[in-house]
T-cell receptor
Framework: QKEVEQNSGPLSVPEGAIASLNCTYSDRGSQSFFWYRQYSGKSPELIMS????GDKEDGRFTAQLNKASQYVSLLIRDSQPSDSATYLC???????????FGQGTRLTINP | NAGVMQNPRHLVRRRGQEARLRCSPMKGHSHVYWYRQLPEEGLKFMVY????????ESGMPKERFSAEFPKEGPSILRIQQVVRGDSAAYFCASSPNPGHLGYTFGSGTRLTVV
């Protein structure tokens, strides 16, 4: 079982709709979770972090964490073509000072 | 306030040559992390260093790869006798302390082995 798993997609969403990206993790000791956005040929860019159960909102982005289900999600409201990218979910492992990444979900927003 | 600086941006090496990748952390950051991204794959942790110390090298291949972060100067990821399978993007990130893991990545070095 992979430590962090994402549906690789591609996920296609019409412009203006809500894009929903999902991620599961295997280590119950994981405490911190992050979403990165990566445009083709570029480096990953941190867009959200979440540490507690529930929702965290930042502009059009909402991160959701459910530690009991070991599930993290990212919602993007009012999707724009500029949101088209690969989204990487990352989690810390208990006792380790590093991030473990999922394989990423490729998102395409269709005008 | 400059971000994490990596150079070179692109590096082409023939099989059997050595590759040296450099990473200068953000000002005031003394913790450096190296990740590798193979084509169409996610980021894989390689090594975590503090100044003059390797803290976690659990993701480093056992042979040909080494990393250092000297007291002065950038962190260096060194790959000896490169093979085609080493072709990847190598990203470096830095943080001010070990608990600060939402780190910022540099622009990466794209290594191509021909």
């Amino acid at each position: 079982q992979k430590e962090v798993e994402q549906n690789s997609g591609p996920l296609s969403v019409p412009e203006g709709a809500i894009a929903s990206l999902n991620c599961t993790y295997s280590d119950r000791g994981s405490q911190s979770f992050f979403w990165y956005r990566q445009y083709s040929g570029k480096s990953p860019e941190l867009i959200m972090s979440i540490y507690s159960n529930g929702d965290k909102e930042d502009g059009r982005f909402t991160a959701q964490l459910n530690k009991a289900s070991q599930y993290v999600s990212l919602l993007i409201r009012d999707s724009q073509p500029s949101d088209s990218a690969t989204y990487l979910c990352a989690a810390t492992l208990q006792g380790a000072q590093k991030l473990v990444f999922g394989q990423g979900t490729r998102l395409t927003i269709n005008p | 306030n400059a971000g994490v600086m990596q150079n070179p941006r692109h590096l082409v090496r023939r099989r059997g040559q050595e590759a040296r990748l450099r990473c200068s952390p953000m000002k005031g950051h003394s913790h450096v992390y190296w990740y590798r991204q193979l084509p169409e794959e996610g980021l894989k942790f390689m090594v975590y260093l503090q100044k003059e110390n390797i803290i976690d090298e659990s993701g480093m291949p056992k042979e040909r790869f080494s990393a250092e972060f000297p007291k002065e100067g950038p962190s260096i990821l060194r790959i000896q006798q490169v093979v085609r399978g080493d072709s990847a993007a190598y990203f470096c990130a830095s943080s001010p302390n070990p608990g600060h893991l939402g780190y910022t990545f540099g622009s990466g070095t794209r290594l191509t082995v021909v």
